[in-house]
């Protein structure tokens, strides 16, 4: 079943209902932007002047760190101080794993019946963009919906995960005492990320170890900003430092906000989401316009030393601009060897 597109009168409709609180509207509504179907952009468009109201708050860190317990005390807090929240649980790798589902599971059941939450889990990677691009659309749908802080959880591993880290305003790692000893080794990733760190599980033994270990990689970050970026002992499963953790939290926005940062990282981000939306939709362009076989062809020009890569890169490109426009005058063919050869 693919669902028909949207007339604009169904996506100001949808869009309306959306903003009015009605969850099945929001439901609809996300899941045509997760899964690309004909609307998604009418209704990213209609959603994208209403956005940027919300906080959103990226939580990342090791598997089985802790994450969506402590991003389910987060909402259960947040909710406590009158906020909205909207979680975002970003997991393409493993869609039917356990791990995160039980994990949902459980928060599903805490956070049940509360019309101040909306829980999603994201589990497709989806073409538009990449996994950086689709959060921050999902994002936009709950900013639009009013929700006032968003939860962004993703796994710490891998480069798409952490650029969806960093659609947040906010990013905190979450690491566990164990982590203290790997500390050294992660900072080229999850350590250069992180405005707040926090050792969760730390009813175990070495969560102080872990913090200074913490600390000491912190002074070889090779960004530095007037920010002080604490490092905080949460024990998640029995809420103990989650209070605290949100009140580093709102310092930090506030902390953005007041100078202006805020603005400054936004801008950043829609930067950087602009540049992926024009990569991926030259490059979707792109790959619609040469053959497999053509493609193929040049390959193995390549590996048995006919073709350079450059010129077969430039082979390539112009199969496809003859492919755009078909009254062109034909040049030479992928397979044809470099011009100079013709001569
Ligand atoms: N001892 C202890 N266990 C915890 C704490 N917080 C979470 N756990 C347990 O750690 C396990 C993993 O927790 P999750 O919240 O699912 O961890 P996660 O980081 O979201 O895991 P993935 O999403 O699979 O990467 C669960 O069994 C939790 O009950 C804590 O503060 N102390
Ligand atoms: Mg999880």
């Keep these: 079943m693919t669902p028909s597109s949207l007339s604009t009168s169904e996506v100001s409709d949808l869009v309306a209902r959306i903003e009015q609180g009605d969850r099945v509207a929001l439901a609809r509504a996300i899941s045509r932007v997760e899964n690309e179907t004909p609307g998604s952009i009418a209704i ?18 090791p598997p089985g760190a802790g994450k969506s317990t402590l991003v389910t005390r ?3 807090e947040y909710r406590s101080r009158g906020e909205t929240v909207a979680i975002v ?20 059941g805490e956070l049940a019946g509360d019309d101040g939450v909306f829980i999603r ?9 990449g996994l950086a691009v689709q ?22 591993v ?58 000491s990689a912190l002074e070889l970050r090779s960004i530095r900003s007037e920010w002080n970026v604490p490092v905080l002992l949460t024990a998640a499963s029995i809420g103990r430092g989650v209070s605290e953790y949100v009140e580093r939290l709102e310092e930090h926005l506030a902390f953005l906000a007041g100078r202006g940062d805020l603005e400054r990282r936004r801008r950043e981000r829609l930067s950087q989401r602009l540049d992926d939306l024009v990569r991926d939709r030259l490059w979707s ?11 193929e062809s040049l390959v193995v020009a390549m590996l048995e030393r006919r073709m350079t890569p450059h010129v077969a890169a430039d082979r390539l490109l112009e199969s496809a601009e003859r492919a755009a426009s078909p009254t062109a005058p034909p040049t030479a063919s992928p397979t044809a060897p470099p011009r100079d050869a013709e001569t």
């Design 44 to 61: 990213l468009d209609a959603c994208f002047p209403r956005t940027g109201r919300a906080f959103r708050i990226g939580v990342t860190g």
């Design 74 to 76: 987060l909402a259960q």
């Design 89 to 108: 649980a970003v997991d393409p790798t493993s869609p039917f794993t356990g791990g995160a589902l039980l994990g949902d599971r459980v928060r599903m």
């Design 121 to 129: 889990s994201m589990a497709t990677r989806g073409s538009m963009g």
């Design 135 to 156: 959060t921050a659309q999902v994002c936009d749908v709950f900013d639009a919906a009013g929700f006032s802080r968003i939860l962004i959880e993703t796994v710490g």
């Design 158 to 215: 891998g480069q798409s995960e952490l650029e969806v880290a960093q659609t947040a305003d906010s990013t905190t790692v979450v690491l566990v005492p164990e982590s203290g000893d790997a500390v050294q080794a992660m900072k080229a990733g999850l350590m250069e990320i992180g405005d707040l760190f926090v050792v969760n599980k730390a009813d175990r033994d070495g969560a102080d170890r872990a913090v200074f270990a913490i600390r």
């Design 285 to 295: 362009g792109f790959r619609s316009r040469v053959t497999r076989e053509s493609r």
